[in-house]
């Protein structure tokens, strides 16, 4: 498959595909005898997996030090275990933040949908702003 084809299949550009690899948040992909990229499924099931845990928030690093153990073989199965249980705490993390935000997003809504109807608009004492302890109108 060429690069402009992973690409499209992905959502990613080339320059981005591209950088993975040369950080190795993928392995060196498979290439012609002419030296042009010629992604094996093996080198799509990578990008797959890259482009999947990015958009989680997975961070470069810890995405290329995967792909160094997976490099050096089944002794390091349980740093590789590790590092996908720590990436995954982080992710959860930022998801509840996401799902703090949008709670406070959802009850601020329904005061102003409910001041929208009445014509005013009314603040209940704990419908703050957020975890930093303000409250009321902002």
Do not use: N
């Not at 720590?86 to 001041?115: G, P």
């Amino acid at each position: 498959m060429t690069i402009k084809e992973v690409c499209s299949k992905f959502g990613i550009s080339p320059d981005t595909l591209r950088y993975y690899e040369r950080v190795g948040v993928i392995p060196e992909v498979h290439r012609t005898p002419g030296g042009i990229r010629d992604y094996t499924e093996e080198d799509i099931g990578w990008v797959e997996t890259a482009a999947c845990f990015r958009s989680a928030g997975m961070p470069i690093d810890l995405l290329a030090a995967y792909v160094r153990l997976y490099k050096e073989g089944d002794s390091t199965i349980p740093e590789r275990c590790e590092l996908l249980r720590e990436a995954r705490a982080r992710i959860l993390a930022e998801r509840q933040k996401c799902d703090d935000a949008l709670a406070k997003m959802d009850a601020k809504i329904k005061v102003y949908e409910k001041a929208v109807q009445t014509g005013k608009l009314v603040w209940d004492d704990d419908q703050g702003c957020c975890s930093c302890g303000r409250t009321k109108k902002e």
